[in-house]
């Protein structure tokens, strides 16, 4: 049987040739010492993997932090920790170029997500070289002689999301200095602890060290490249916000034929709220929901246009005949709308435990994406508005007795805070100057979306630092993060090299 | 404090000083007999509930049939075990009228629910009396002299639900004896042995012993009293139908930042699907769904007005402000109009399990409760087609990774048979005779239940014997039936065999 080969394949080849082809002759420099150092690198790299990162794990938090501050100290980093209340430090350091004036900063996380061990194919903390998929043949690293292969993957927690930069600019550092080029700017590591348990410190660390943490543009380095491997800068995250909807029936489950028509049906209620909040197109039902958008700028339909489209590829890998609008990209619908995504809906009982009853109470989660300007606040007094206008009480604790007894219908509502979305623009001379220092000695067209679809508080530093945010992932798009057998394919952290050494050493604020 | 005494209990009070009042001589004879011998009646009836009754142990339920056949043969009924297929054995037993040509019927189930031991307070086939509640002190009853106290409680699976009647039946049988009274028509007795697992053979081994079965009215005895502790009659039940619901989203979990807005989210296909279905006050939308209703006879809206109304009491007890329609009577509800009900609705997670996921299904679980004349298969055809209208693709299997790719919208529906409802015509001569049967030498007017809210197959009897059918239930409304610490209270045991001896011996069909 032949198998087809992918158009995003060839598009990949073709690319891949393309950036092999181009680059300055500073790179040339930077990839040549990658390419004499791989082991070294990697090994480096496996060292900091090996220890353990979950945020709650105070004492080997610390020793990631530790870890790091000498890695950076190495490369002649002026580092130390910021401390802030019980959280893990946030590692800080600074590189002085001896020219500029300007300062660019970069914001990495060291913290891991929790680990479910028995779903990993190798120990989370004991990091493993494969051949590819989590099922190869696992590499020996002091073993493998010459260049290793690229397509070759590092398995460990947090091997893409969020130590791979770190490794990526150390070495970044290290070729720098091997090749005798300067930076271009100053710049300041910044690299936060607790990013995975929710940043729940970040905004008070930040402004705790907010002089410190001055800088003309901060780049989030966070996340994916792109699904077709190209690279790309993403200039803003949609915010979240979530609620927790519970809507009460009897207070004891009553059988369904002597009490069905008379006593009210829980689920049946809050599957009607539901309906009436949003359609099966996934257009939000809330009146006014939609007024604060703000709308895409000329730069930014214009990006979006010359993103490749994902859609196709992803109806036919995840068994969808149609998506909620089938004449708008999957790009255009998450960077410009918000979202309101049932995560769960629990209420009674299905399938073999089904009883014919009806059930005391139903249960309803919910996350809300938000785009520029809406703001939180805003979004749940309108939710509120109108879950009451369909007849609901709500409540903010479990109801009472005699609150059943008063209000046909309750609710109780369980907000969490979350936080707005942020959206740098395209068109600051910043935003241009971070393009132009990697596409130009690169040699090749960044991928430039104006936001993810996901949620990162990319908010705090337009809010609490008053600078422009832009963000820079490197690991691969299939790198399992936040899930068992996180990886990082090798030819992710080479690319990362090079455009941190690109960023550092061409940068014009 | 003060506590206030419901109205309820009043009426309770009024009714027993005066079902005291006005019995027959004949009636009289058989309470006396009843009174000198309480501890033996309760006696048998635990060694008979001393017998596990789950339907699927075998050599249990057998033992229980023999148990029964003997107990009727010791009173003269000429019993035996009736086999079909691998099912449990039917008892069958026929008592003979010296005088009368007519006959009656009647059914009891012997068979219990399954029961979670951990969930009760003494093992369920460990018959156990109490004071009163299920923590009220137990009591031997070998050391009870006298009379026993009727608020007392029996513990035990089947107490109420269904082998009360059993005991009832044969207590009567022995005070009729005792009391020199005899039966004024014919009596079968017809004890089924899978009424809890569904009845599955039911409907064949009817049909094989139709002609033993023959009578010109049958009895259903099962189910509670009504919740005002007054006896009752019903003419009726609902019938029953269920549907399990699959809709499908992606094909796995997708982040619903980076997805939400463009993949199909299932719970909210699901949530807009079961309100186009229904109404918060539980309307059916489905198209001509209540063409079919058959609308209540004089005598049947006579009948309801005079059911003393639990709603009040019910919504107080239950913490509802409101009920579905607060214009209409609990009982006129759940006997005139079919009922949707959403017993369970599962999809993704809520709470401290909540993940900000499109999840890839969603399940839910309806039952239906149908009124003469709806059809089952009629019901499966409108609904279906209903929810075609909504734009679904049905399946009868789990969807194909190609009917996937095709259908935009797919369901997958798992019918299950489900049954008619049945409404016997109180206007019946039949149905009169019974009343009047129970009412004259009882001395006290029946609650005339035109139909239950639950179901039972009471359409086999009309279906398949071509029999007007009646309800006659006598365990106490809170016996906790088909739950743990099942029990019934002696008062309802004791009014139960006056209500057989009057049968036996005042009907005249």
């Known amino acids: 049987m032949k198998r087809r080969i992918s158009p995003l394949i060839i598009i990949c080849i073709l690319f891949t ?31 900091l993997l090996a220890i353990p ?21 190495r490369r002649g980093v002026e580092s130390r920790l910021l401390e802030f209340k019980d959280t893990p430090p946030a590692v800080y350091g600074e590189l002085k170029s001896p020219t500029a004036a300007k300062t660019i900063g970069i914001y990495v996380h060291y913290d891991g997500q929790p680990v479910d061990v028995s779903q990993w194919k190798s120990e989370p903390w004991k990091p493993t070289l494969r051949e590819g998929a989590v099922d190869s043949k696992s590499i020996d690293l002091n073993s493998a002689s010459g260049s290793l292969n690229p397509e070759w993957r590092l398995y460990a927690r947090s091997a893409g999301d969020d130590k791979a930069p770190i490794s990526a600019i150390t070495a970044a550092l290290d070729a720098m200095k091997a090749a005798g080029v300067s930076p271009s700017v100053n710049v300041k590591f910044f690299f936060e602890g607790e990013e995975e348990a929710g940043s729940a410190h970040l905004p008070g660390l930040m402004q705790q060290y907010k002089d410190l943490l001055k800088a003309d543009v901060w780049m989030l380095c966070d996340g994916p490249v792109h699904q077709s491997r190209k690279q790309q800068l993403f200039f803003g995250a949609r915010g979240v916000m979530g609620v927790e909807m519970t809507v009460y029936g009897p207070t004891r489950a009553l059988h369904s034929g002597h009490y069905g028509n008379w006593a009210p049906n829980p ?18 039902l809330i009146p006014n929901f939609y007024d604060s958008v703000r709308p895409l700028t000329d730069s930014e339909r214009k990006a979006i246009s010359e993103v490749p489209a ?7 890998e995840l068994g969808l005949a149609q998506t909620e609008d089938n004449n708008a990209s999957m790009v255009e619908r998450v960077v410009s709308i918000p979202a309101l995504n049932i995560r769960g809906f629990q209420g009674g009982n299905v399938g073999e435990k089904a009883a014919n009853a009806i059930p005391i109470e139903a249960k309803a989660s919910i996350d809300f994406r938000l785009v520029p300007d809406e703001k939180p606040a805003k979004v749940r007094e309108m939710t509120e ?16 007795p005699e609150e059943r007894k008063q209000f046909a219908k309750i609710i109780y509502l369980q907000w969490d805070d979350g936080y707005p979305a942020a959206r740098t623009s395209m068109d600051l001379p910043e935003s241009q100057a971070v393009i132009h220092a990697i596409e130009k000695p690169l040699g090749f ?10 949620s990162i508080p990319m908010y705090l530093f ?8 832009i963000g820079l992932p490197i690991a691969n798009h299939d790198d399992n993060q936040h899930a068992a057998n996180e990886n990082l394919r090798l030819q992710n952290l080479w690319d990362g090299i090079e455009i941190y050494a690109a960023l550092f050493t061409s940068l014009q604020l």
Chains 1, 2 share one sequence.
């Open 385 to 400: 508005q109108h879950i009451k206008n369909q007849g609901f009480h709500i409540v903010d604790k479990p109801p009472t």
């Open 53 to 73: 990162n979950v945020a709650s794990d105070s004492a080997n938090i610390r020793k990631n932090a530790d870890f790091i501050a000498e890695m950076l100290k």
């Open 310 to 316: 994902p859609d196709q590829q992803m109806r036919g």
């Open 462 to 469: 337009v809010d609490v630092l008053n600078t422009p945010v």
């Open 445 to 454: 067209q960044l991928i430039n979306m104006p936001s993810l679809g996901g």
């Open 17 to 47: 040739l393309n950036v092999r082809a181009e680059v300055s002759d500073s790179i040339q420099k930077i990839r040549n010492y990658r390419q004499a150092n791989e082991q070294k690198i990697v090994k480096e790299f496996m060292e």
């Open 267 to 284: 689920i049946a209620l809050l599957a009607n709220l539901l309906a009436s909040m949003r359609d099966m197109e996934g257009k939000i």
